[in-house]
């Protein structure tokens, strides 16, 4: 909907090429496929260079297959596509209606896009942490990028992440998962200079307040411009990651 | 008002050297002094080994002086006197009806005791958390421990933290006083075997909460056995880290 | 990592003994075991004196099995193990891989270490409150203390506490476990003058929030000095009770 | 409205004695004074045994005025009157509008009923808690009940409650003024058989949020029976004590 | 533990009728049986008009049977029992060692106390506020008071409550249960002038956020003298009712 | 209960054609029947246009079907009946009992309005907001409303909403039902002229903290005039639309 | 931007009398003025009826004034312009751009409409809620609504409402503005068949919660399809009951 | 600490061209100045690539000038230095001890860095929102940024937004700043490809919660990876932004 194709539009109606009916029309095309219970939306990866995915909570398992059905049929046909947050029956349903989709936790790919360059590094503070950090480098991979990943380096036992030093270096973007009071994500800010997608998790119970506490901790990290997406949202941490590099690359290399 | 005592009254009463009004009278003459507005505490000190601290807001000025100088006329003329977050109006108050004491912040200080064994150290996390740590050490030095410091070492800037560790060794107890995500407890907690205290404090704006992100996260925090006092509570963590002196001196040497 | 290893380390080099390539592997070589899900820190125990814990929520019943053999095939033999938080299926599997564990609710114990001078008090309000109770005391039996129990002296009946005054006589730490208004830690605080770790509980219901009120109410203690782990955590009790007897031990008699 | 006067009424309609004009407007005839800016409830002391107050926050000092003289207008002269939450400016009117009221902190009373029997203790746990236990006395003297008062009887130093259990004997109501933890509430609850309202007070700071962690505990109470009013709210909980004492006075003595 | 006693003791012991250490045995011998997982209370009915109720939440089925039977055994066999909260199993359990209770709902009495006079009016918005006002109807019934019931008067319908209003005559107290928004206490509290015991429910969804709602608007009712439980808590409602009638009774009948 | 009903009852017993008796009985013979545990209301669509829906949370299967079965009952026998948010066991209770119902999801409808002027617009964000939209839906359905939809408009892809604009066209109420943070609500209520109505949903997860979020967005929304319901609110959407087209019919045509 | 005006536009291309650069210029030329610091939307009130409003905290007195001249200047010169919540130096720096302007509390209207149909009732449940009201009176009146009032009938005197009910009828909206528990609007919306708007207040203290509580009570009200703006609103519950009014005029009188 | 300068040291002492005494001084010599009440991080900039700036809240005004001097002393004498959060006096006498600063709003930037390439555009909501937006755009021109500007875009005026399309091509990175319900982020989120880094304002009232209302909305946006930093924090994003640039740069152009 940006300024050249409408200029476009006009004028081909300018031109009559296009009648006024046809333009309306096309300006009406809008692009998305309409199933009823979902709108497709076909362009997104073109707008923001991420395939659509399918949150599964809510949605019947038909609704879930459906969509997955309706986005490996897009015009693009090599545009990945992602199921997240799918209990066993609505994966079952989406695997039967598409053979072909590799399981992840809760997480389905189909198709992921080859791999391209870009450094990510998912850092979790522990074993717990893991299932969120999962989606984050399932939903990365899905998206061509294969994400370098460091362990249980939580900072209560400090020397962990010490000797680990090397692993912040040479990387485009760090994304860190934690959760209890989440203080990885102020000692990576610390360590590096590159972009920290900080992911609060619902691990720890009482005074963690699933999840809540390590938000509020991220956020108000003394590490300058580390940034946080929502609790356990290693999707979302994903895309933040995907974002980056689609900045690096299409400012990419002057000539 | 523990067994000995009973024991030997009782027997008193029944040498006929006490009369049974006299130890009725005996058993109801407790331990303070009645104000009006206040009872004073004159055994706090032997029952917890911490002098009564005079605790200003919501008292007047009158109020205030009324209190530090009965204190002051206690029996056991040793005992140091304190009064916390005193504003300048109860404090020129106090001093005016008991001059001579030393005033820290909002802290003043009469009578400190004399310098004894105990090692503490209070760490903080930024500049802007040293009002809190300044009443924690004033309220340790009233109470004869002279703190060690250690300032502005928070984990955004590892490396500050690191060229300390030489302030970590030897110590009793650390108290570390930190606000924002507070994390600092946490790695703190992770190098030392001696009890920790953590001063979660209002420093930081918007999701810092004003204290309360600092608190869910040290309570939250990953390093085990890490204890919490309230926010900005500088006086209770001396008081906490005077309980772990008392447990040293008690136990003593074995003979 | 401390300054006299470092020194050794260092003259070793200058006296040509160790190669600068030796020394580099040396300090590279951090005490801990990466098994791909978790980094097991061998020298928690040298560093903190308290046994690493597997804390079993989020990880698989493999994961807490295979954890729980690496920390028994320590180098230092002797050092306890403690699962906690551990549901059937996941104390099954530890069990089927390291027998001999010893189970009490969801804590196991292996390799308790022998019993060691230390007296812990740990009072609790109500009989509800005894499952964190027990946490604690088995996480302090795994490191060779014996608690002290005093059960069911909420203060709603404040004689059933005033009839065990005795049992807060001689007591190094006091351990205070409470659900509801936790209103226990602040008469305890008030009576003993050695460190209170107090723990709140989610017993209770509507307004308990919980355990938040429980916790609340203990951070704002009028008793002084009376410090918080989070909600439920027996373990972090006892824990900070180890420390508490730590600085007691490492203080310990003067010649 | 009740039933009778309802009968009354339809009796003299239908007797020919009223109108049903007059009827009518005699059930619109509702007992209050418009003002405007408010309506002015004549009858509330009838209806609830209590005079209405002016809760003075958000009103102009013209206004409280205005309501204070049209009270003390009221047709049965003898009515006290009540400003509560009053800043200096406000009382300053309607003093110079209705002179002759007493002033007690931010209370303004005229025209104090007689004192009529009944025994309510006003407990509070510490000199800072004065402020809403005073609002509390001054709306019990205007309604012509004395109050026995016991002051810093926090339970942080048990001895001086348990000094006092005197105090606590005889009263047909107790109000438990605390703030912090409010852990008074529990202790007196345990302690009387009489009902206890508990008034949580904003006295404290960081996690006492203001009042909030008082609240929680006092309605998480282990004392069974125990009920709260609102934060500070001395003049709730007068009216709370004057109902029971209502209910002592309607049921009175069998003949 | 009152002045009297202590005074008889003494005189005992002056008068050489009892030994100082039968004095001190008798001083020590608290009203208590302990099952070493519960101490239970035999003279709260005593010291608080109210028998002992068994809070069966976070019991063992063994542990509520077990205070049941204590409870039952004791001295003055005429006290009324009563278990809460119980779910079916620790109900068995407790009916297999006691027979005989009567169950209502999750509360189990035995040996309900003979009607005594007091008139307590229970009142509920809805049909689903039911089973937190059966609970206090039941633990009402069980100290001998039969409640008379108001239902399904929530103020959206007003007219069921003006048709009502007789019911609302004549009582001692009025317990008001409502869940959502809470209104009907106020309501109510405008038109009685007895006590007002407000029990907020977690009926509602959404932003009633499972009672909080109701709790804060009971605590922030503009009907002044209304006070508050916590939410859903019949017991402590009934609880609160029998204070009161404790109050009316030892007032009594002057001479 | 108004005036002209209150005239014509007081004219009569003037006239000598109603009693006195007959009057009190009639002004206390309220439009609702008692089952016991239910007032049913017969007149609440009279007096709000809306059929009375039964809630059915906290009620058992067997008081669902009563209270159906007397509402089917009513003497206007053409009134819609709502059964809300019931589990399959009521359900099939009250279809038992009142064979004929409709059901969608988990609302049951029996004698729906016939169709009626009014066009009302359903507009959610995503798939996972149908089904408190299809509350909404059935209950406008129910009295006599067909709503138009408009489904997955989120504002992440601004597109799908922007080439709905038509849908917008001609209504007189829009409902919004999103979750998450809630923005279609501002975008809406900035596009269009007529009362916007915005249903938080408890769509998300972690931060979204189960509708509150939404909730609060949607409060604070900066397109002016868009008022809320509470979360998950279909039901109480319906209705704010319903009273709009009553307000709409009232005024209604002049002539 | 709506079908008709981009047809109108394509044909003008189509037929050659605009040049496909001026269509887009014309595309572009959006109805706003942009002043730097402002986008100043002159069609809103044809977009949504309603005047743009000037909300002026975080706004200089100069951009406050700046914003009202160039609303003023809008080239359809009859439109009502309203600054709101300003403080005395924006309402200075305003009047002094502009002239005119009628002063409320906190709002300035300039050119007000002129006096359109509509009824709307502004009730208050006591004197302090005035302010939000006046507020929500003004906004209506600046827009040619003059509303009715009913104030202090809060539901702690239910005779003052039922005194009033007349004043509900004939109504198109209701405005109900209450701070503490809110329960009027539940007790109104009980009333009334059309629309009612609530608006929580700020009045009260302590669990008041500065609005809070009565937002969520309003949200939670069991009268069914009342609806919410923010705390303190009255502007946007004025922008709500013209949203209404619209409705009621665009559906208009058939012919 | 990197493993070449550590294998640099050792070689030189393996070399014996550097002591050991000397290289443990070196390990130790960390690159900070330390104040006593700070410790200067010099080398900050090298490691992270933003000057470390100076929080002013809760220092003294001379603390204030003292690190703004310190920093301005550093070996590397072009690293820009900023004050940020400070009040008049804080300013004023950081002026004082060093000349030149440039202020914006509460922000003083000393020593600009030089221009570097780079796109940031920063958006804005509304008016009020510009004091955030005002820190972001100082401490990215203190780094040498300049950023594009997008002021008062808030999609209640959706036009306004859509007008400006063109704004958001080209970025590097989309900073969106918005209050309220701060559904500006997820419209932006849904436009652009590139990193948004969402800054939730404190502009609103009541249900604005002070900014958590926005907080909570951005994390929950339903545009995928959009990030999210603390209240009003301008600061914070602009270093965000500048991490963005950081990797973009390092990535470079490849050979």
Known sequence: MDDRSLTRLLDGVAAGTVTP??????????????????????????????????????????????????????????????????????????????????????????????????????ATAGTADLSAAQECIAVLAANGVAARTLTDVGVAGLHRLLASLDALEGI????????????????????????????????????????VTALLAMLSSCAAGVTVVGIDNGFGAACAALRVLQTVHRTGPPS
Request: include cysteine.
């Open 21 to 122: 009916d046809d333009a309306l029309r096309e300006l009406r095309r809008l692009p998305f496929a309409d199933l009823g219970y979902a709108r497709i939306d076909h362009h997104r990866r073109i707008r923001q260079g991420i395939a659509e995915a399918v949150y599964a909570p809510g949605k019947t398992a038909e609704q879930c297959a459906g969509i997955v059905v309706e986005l490996l049929d897009s015009p693009d046909g090599a545009t990945p596509v992602v199921l997240t947050r799918a209990h066993d029956t609505q994966i079952a349903a989406a695997l039967a209606a598409a053979p072909g989709g590799r399981v992840v936790g809760s997480t389905v790919v189909w198709r992921a896009a080859p791999t391209r360059p870009g450094s990510v590094l998912v």
């Open 172 to 211: 485009d973007v760090a994304v860190v998962v934690a959760g209890m009071e989440g203080a990885l994500a102020t000692v990576v800010g610390g360590l590096v200079e590159v972009p920290v997608v900080a992911v609060p998790t619902s691990v720890g119970y009482g005074a963690a307040l699933e999840g």
